[in-house]
């Protein structure tokens, strides 16, 4: 049997097989699986994966060098009862550009040594790894070739179990999670900004290949005097952070706006005035936005919720102001017909509005019980008539978090039941519904691998933020969102998954773990936008 032709490497010296297409492969690249034969130059099959086993040395893992044997045919065992897979998720979409892919999984019926195996059509050889380890990342080089190989093309993972006791084999091989990822025809650009609450409260931030996180911003260091960072947006150049800053290490409270360079130095804008400096100290001020369309020189606008008369609305304060009077260094806006207040407004991207949560009573500019969705017109900062998202201003949910896709169709947001509030709310899931109206889609993304054992609602998925940019191929429109869930055990992390418009129909898929940051700190609030982060800058602490 080939399989007895061992491929015995490490992690590193796989990396070396890997390639483009390459000469004739008389026996088909069997292993008895099907595979495609000859190769083509210019449309493969590939060798990206190598032609035997790998057996995992690496990371302390013990795999015996008989493991193909202990295993023995794909098809031998038992068809149930093997590790569950937890990442990537079965059905998930990766963005060609996504960090290496990392798989995981967790042990059934006192497992110890267990067969991972990735077949597809486009690859001349399945690519088979056995490790007594329960997870397995693999190498950069393997992952550039399928990346730019074996896009569109269904790949079927299957993970098997056994328990073997250095003698015999005791239980097993069973099969675990088996089914097809894919690879997008685009990438997911743009960087994630996130909040930590971890070790002190900072902001840190990533590109979406990156396999380490940066420190962006973090209190104590450039921002003299403030013990607490939170909610954040990118100016539209991606050159600074706006964020709601305190001297409150506590829950945060009272916050002022701030703004400082998105490379991790903390320097602060050239063009802020005394007068803007002094309107941005104000105190409860929360949740900054800025928009593409006010933001050249004489008209840099960010917009914050702000209280008026114990009413938080959406203010505009002149970055650039001479004054710091109202209605030349600052304003609210009208929101005409909406008599409640207003909570965690953002702007479009290509025209001159808003998009608000309407509720009857707002904390923090951005928690509510009872939100919905609503939009306004800046009106050259005067604001104007306020109109409901029709299927997202509804009385049976609580409707909040919302953001606008890059190019405006879509809106994803938050949704629990009436009466619930929105903050840290283990029954929060996400949705996304045309910016027009309509019916919502309840995202895939939600749900976590049903073997965990982990149901949604109740691993709060919440805080969603759409990819700077779409990308279309073929007809299809690919949207990336990124979202923070507790779903790992408890610690929020963050995640991302494709919504793909497929002529007016929206697909959803599983979510994909960003596996670069810290696992055992809580990751949340992201934003996902064209930061100038500087990749070589300081790691995180």
């Known amino acids: 049997m080939r399989m007895r032709s061992l491929l015995v490497v490490s992690i590193a010296t796989v990396a070396t097989a890997c390639g483009g297409p390459s000469g004739g492969n008389p026996d088909g690249g069997g292993d008895g699986d099907g595979s495609p034969g000859e190769p083509d130059a210019a449309e493969g099959p590939y060798r990206d994966f190598p032609s035997g086993p790998i057996i995992d040395t690496d990371g302390g893992a013990t795999t015996p060098p008989t493991a193909p044997d202990l295993f023995g045919d794909p098809q031998r065992g038992e068809p149930t009862g093997g590790p569950c897979l937890i990442e990537p998720e079965v059905g998930t979409l990766f963005p060609n550009n996504w960090l290496r892919p990392r798989f995981s999984w967790t042990a059934t019926g006192g497992h110890n040594l267990f067969e991972l195996r990735l077949t597809t059509p486009t690859q001349i050889d399945p690519l088979i790894v056995y490790t007594t380890a329960t997870r397995w990342t693999m190498p950069a080089a393997m992952w550039a070739g399928l990346s730019a190989h074996s896009v569109d093309t269904p790949i079927t993972v299957t993970i098997r179990g056994l328990t073997w ?30 909040w930590t609450t971890t070790g002190g409260s900072a902001l840190r931030g990533f590109h979406v290949g990156d396999e380490t996180v940066r420190d962006i911003v973090r209190p104590g260091n450039a921002v003299a005097g403030t013990q607490c960072v939170g909610c954040h947006s990118s100016t539209p150049d991606g050159d600074f952070v706006g964020f709601s800053a305190s001297p409150n290490g506590g829950n945060g409270d009272p916050t002022k706006l701030d703004l400082r360079a998105a490379d991790g130095t903390g320097g602060e804008p050239g063009f802020l005035t005394p007068s803007a400096r002094t309107l941005m100290a104000r105190q409860n ?16 606008i960010a917009v914050t919720m702000f209280p008026v008369n114990n009413r938080f609305e959406i203010m505009w304060t002149d970055l650039e102001a001479a004054s710091t009077a109202q209605g030349a260094g600052w304003g609210v806006l009208a929101r005409t017909g909406d008599a409640d207040q207003a909570a965690y407004a953002s702007f479009f991207h290509a025209s001159d509005r808003l998009l608000y949560v309407s509720a009857p009573t707002v904390s923090s500019g951005v928690t509510v019980t009872q939100g919905d969705l609503a939009t306004i017109p800046y009106g050259a900062r005067a604001g104007g008539t306020s109109t409901d998202i029709a299927g997202a201003a509804t009385t049976e949910f609580n409707e909040y978090y919302p953001t606008l896709a890059p190019d405006d169709r879509y809106i994803a947001y938050n949704r629990v039941g009436s009466g619930q509030s929105s903050y840290n709310n283990p029954q929060a899931e996400v949705f996304v519904i045309p910016t027009a109206g309509g019916t919502p889609v309840r995202l895939a993304a939600n749900d976590p691998p049903a073997c965990s054992g982990r149901t949604s609602p109740g691993v709060t998925n919440s805080w969603p933020k759409w990819a700077p940019a779409v990308g279309e191929v073929g007809g299809k429109r690919y949207y990336w969102l990124t979202f923070s869930s507790t779903r790992s055990g408890g610690t929020p992390q963050l995640y991302v998954t494709p919504v793909v418009d497929e002529g007016g129909t929206l697909r959803t898929f599983p979510a994909l773990y960003l596996w670069n940051q810290p696992a055992t700190e809580n990751n949340h609030t992201p934003a996902w936008d064209d930061f100038d982060i500087v990749i070589g800058g300081p790691p995180a602490r």
């Open 165 to 194: 006791n250095g003698t015999a084999v005791t239980a097993g091989p069973a099969r675990g999670s088996t089914g097809d990822i894919a690879i997008a025809p685009v990438d997911a650009p743009g960087a994630i900004v996130y």
């Open 285 to 300: 001020q929360e949740q900054p936005a800025f928009s593409p369309l006010h933001w050249q020189a004489g008209d840099r």
